[in-house]
Antibody, heavy 121, light 111 residues
Framework: QVQLQESGPGLVKPSQTLSLTCTVS??????????WSWVRQPAGKGLEWIGR???????NYIPSLKSRVTISIDTSTNRFSLRLSSVTAADTAVYYC?????????????WGQGTLVTVSS | QSVLTQPPSVSGAPGQRVTISCSGS?????????VHWYQHLPGTAPKLLIY???SRPSGVPDRFSGSKSATSASLAITGLQAEDEADYYC???????????FGGGTKLTVL
């Protein structure tokens, strides 16, 4: 079955760029049947959808982060990535990647285990 | 402040039935967008529990069920078991934000 795994630095300095990669195994990211998303969870808070990408590179982002977020995809390596610029302590969170349906109201399944990113000097 | 509103916590004894509510508005649940539910144990990947308001993925026990009415949705868990103790999140789509939105999460405690 499809599995996702996040990777990247666990510590990022304020004002720098957070970069994470999600590696998809057990299935091809090129299938075209899904979007691929990033979701985060700040400590003690709920889940927040960040954005998603399709295999053709088309993206959608949450408006509050749109100016700082870039999601990209590399079908040759079965990976997709998240870049969040000008980070502050408010961006400290567990970041998840997830496969996303193409329905009008897509659901997320499966998810990666998540990776904690701390923004601190 | 989450777009979808859930109670912070619910509790129940083993064998009992509990429900978790998810309240939205006319730009999300009330607009007819599907509601999905996830079970999340800290440190693990969230697990899809209910999709499309009422459907269960294979492998999810029929003790879990979903419903929706007007601008709200609910997750019901019957025959409560100790292993059900987790955080539960609802999720939908919001036309004002043009994206997916989650509830703040509900911590279920099995007494």
């Amino acid at each position: 079955q499809v599995q996702l795994q996040e990777s990247g630095p666990g510590l990022v300095k304020p004002s720098q760029t957070l970069s994470l990669t999600c590696t998809v195994s057990g299935g091809s990211i090129r299938s075209g049947a899904y979007y691929w998303s990033w979701v985060r969870q700040p400590a003690g808070k709920g889940l927040e959808w960040i954005g998603r990408i399709y295999i053709n590179g088309a993206t959608n982002y949450i408006p509050s982060l749109k100016s700082r977020v870039t999601i990209s995809i590399d079908t040759s390596t079965n990976r997709f990535s998240l870049r969040l610029s000008s980070v502050t302590a408010a961006d400290t969170a567990v970041y998840y990647c997830a496969r996303t349906g193409t329905a009008v109201t897509p659901h997320f399944d499966p998810w990666g285990q998540g990776t904690l990113v701390t923004v601190s000097s | 402040q989450s777009v979808l509103t859930q109670p912070p916590s619910v509790s129940g004894a083993p064998g009992q039935r509990v429900t978790i509510s998810c309240s939205g508005s006319s730009s999300n649940i009330g607009a007819g967008y599907d509601v999905h539910w996830y079970q999340h144990l800290p440190g693990t990947a969230p697990k899809l529990l209910i999709y499309g308001d009422t459907s269960r993925p294979s492998g999810v026990p029929d003790r879990f069920s979903g419903s929706k009415s007007a601008t709200s949705a609910s997750l019901a868990i019957t025959g409560l078991q100790a292993e059900d103790e987790a955080d539960y999140y609802c999720q939908s789509y919001d036309s004002s934000l043009s994206g997916s939105v989650f509830g703040g999460g509900t911590k279920l405690t099995v007494l």
